[in-house]
């Protein structure tokens, strides 16, 4: 599975965004997808968990820091995720970065349980 993030962008605190996450294989409705962000200054290890969506999209899950601002979801036709950003913060800048996981959805939160991932897009938010 090949991932493309798309969306990002310079925004001011208050504002809105959408991410998109485009994947390449017929794996893709087989796969939990998640969101992860790597805030500045941050190491890789140091990625944390934003959102995860199951395969058929029927369960979804946030961090609670995002919990009512931000929605995932997915398209299995088009084979693409979404990440619908509201009310952002200047602590949502990060590079945001999609993932596929082909193993259970429980696994949604964990970064090492994740088998592909996107080469990320830039989201700043100003103050």
Same mark, same amino acid.
């Given at each position: ?7 990002? +962008?310079?925004? &001011?605190? !208050? ?9 390449? =294989? *017929?794996?893709?409705? $087989? ?20 959102? +995860?969506?199951? &395969?058929? !999209? ?9 919990? =009512? *601002?931000?929605?995932? $979801? ?54």
């Amino acid at each position: 599975v090949q991932l493309q993030a798309s969306g990002g +962008g310079l925004v &001011q605190a !208050g504002d809105s965004l959408r991410l998109s996450c485009a994947a390449s =294989g *017929r794996t893709f409705s $087989s796969a939990t997808m998640g969101w992860f962000r790597q805030a500045p200054g941050k190491e890789r290890e140091e990625r944390e968990f934003v959102a +995860g969506i199951s &395969q058929t !999209g029927s369960n979804t899950i946030y961090r609670n820091s995002v919990e =009512g *601002r931000f929605t995932v $979801s997915r398209n299995n036709a088009n084979y693409t995720v979404y990440l619908q950003m509201n009310s952002l913060k200047p602590d949502g800048t990060a590079v945001y970065y999609c993932a596929a996981n082909l193993r259970e959805y429980r696994w949604v939160r964990y970064p090492q349980k994740y088998d592909y991932w996107g080469q990320g897009t830039v989201v700043t938010v100003s103050s």
